[in-house]
């Protein structure tokens, strides 16, 4: 089955840097979105993405956040400024239509200290 | 803003017994449910969908039950196996809008 790649697994960084999440989305889906998980808890939806912008965000997803496909390919998620409470796992979910299931990630697990 | 939560924080199950989560959601516009399993460490993997105009759809040893009369959803499990502990989401969304996932419910099957 098509999966939704992630990387990296584990990012450690230091609070006030700047981190970037990739993700290679199922070849034929056309919708993007970032999620992401405090240990413990639920998990919370960041950002949408479709047709090069975004079509829905989050009040967690502030300036210091952006999400970029680059290169056709890989979606990103940028955060400029990192702090302690960006620690979370990063969920990339992608689908082919909205109102589908949407496929997860395996996530990455982002450390800031 | 409108949310979805579960019942019970944590179920523990025979194995070889059938289990039941339980999903109260609050947005009655809602038109779209599905249920993910997460294992430690994993992404939150789909397990059943269901649309508002259907109550009722069978996978394989998996139930999803849909009342909008009360805003509730369930997820049954049968004959569960060892395989099966892991944390369930429900999850909602209304038209073109994004997926919310409610709190959880951690699933453990006694051997």
């Known amino acids: 089955e098509p999966e939704v790649t992630q990387t990296p697994s584990h990012q450690v960084t230091q609070m006030g840097q700047e981190v970037i999440l990739r993700c290679v989305p199922i070849s034929n889906h056309l919708y993007f979105y970032w999620y992401r998980q405090i240990l413990g808890q639920k998990v919370e939806f960041l950002v949408s993405?479709?047709?090069?912008?975004?079509?829905?965000k989050s009040e967690i997803f502030d300036d210091q956040f952006s999400v970029e496909r680059p290169d056709g390919s890989n979606f990103t998620l940028k955060i400029r400024s990192t702090k302690l409470e960006d620690s979370a796992m990063y969920f990339c979910?992608?689908?082919?239509?909205?109102?589908?299931?949407?496929?997860f990630g395996s996530g990455t697990q982002l450390s800031v200290l | 803003g409108e949310s979805v939560g579960l019942h019970l924080p944590t179920l523990s199950v025979q194995e070889g017994d059938n289990s039941i989560i339980n999903c109260a959601y609050s947005?009655?516009?809602?038109?779209?449910f599905i249920w993910y399993k997460q294992e430690s460490g994993k992404g939150p993997q789909f397990i059943i969908d269901i649309r508002s105009n259907m109550d009722k759809r069978q996978g394989q040893r998996v139930t999803v039950l849909l009342n909008k009369t009360v805003k509730h959803l369930s997820l049954q499990i049968a004959a569960t196996q060892p395989g099966d502990s892991a944390v369930y989401f429900c999850a909602e969304s209304f038209g073109n809008e994004k997926l919310t996932f409610g709190t959880g419910t951690r699933l453990t099957i006694i051997p």
């Open positions: 993405f479709y047709n090069n912008e975004i079509s829905e």
């Open positions: 947005n009655s516009a809602s038109d779209y």
């Open positions: 979910a992608t689908t082919t239509a909205t109102n589908e299931k949407l496929f």
